[in-house]
């Protein structure tokens, strides 16, 4: 990843009005910046949220609080609790999220 003509600056994440994203459980809030080709999230979950598709986009995923199931389609499943990161490349190896008691992430793709 290449970053270019992204001038220092700062976030105040709560000012970033967040969008609603249905899984087909539960919901996933995100509050998102973007620099150039570089999307910048600040993500939570409700408890019992579940993704509605399996996503193939390369993602650094940091968990904040809570904790969060990462299954991927090959069968492997990974917990990540606060303090633990992922990281996966664009069409490397599809992945889905889910929570039983809600996550907040920080997001990087």
């Not at 199931?69 to 990161?85: A, I, N």
């Amino acid at each position: 990843m290449q970053m270019t003509d992204i001038p220092f600056g700062t976030t105040d994440w709560s000012t970033i009005e967040p969008t609603t994203h249905a899984g087909d459980a539960g919901t996933a809030y995100w509050r998102t910046r973007n620099f150039g080709s570089i999307r910048v999230r600040m993500v939570e979950y409700t408890p019992g949220y579940v993704a509605n598709h399996w996503c193939s986009k390369g993602h650094i995923l940091f968990c904040i609080e809570g904790e969060l199931y990462t299954e991927l389609e090959d069968g492997r499943e990974f917990v990540l609790r606060p303090g633990m990161s992922y990281q996966v490349a664009d069409n490397a190896e599809p992945h889905r999220s889910s929570t039983d008691r809600g996550a907040r992430l920080f997001i990087v793709d």
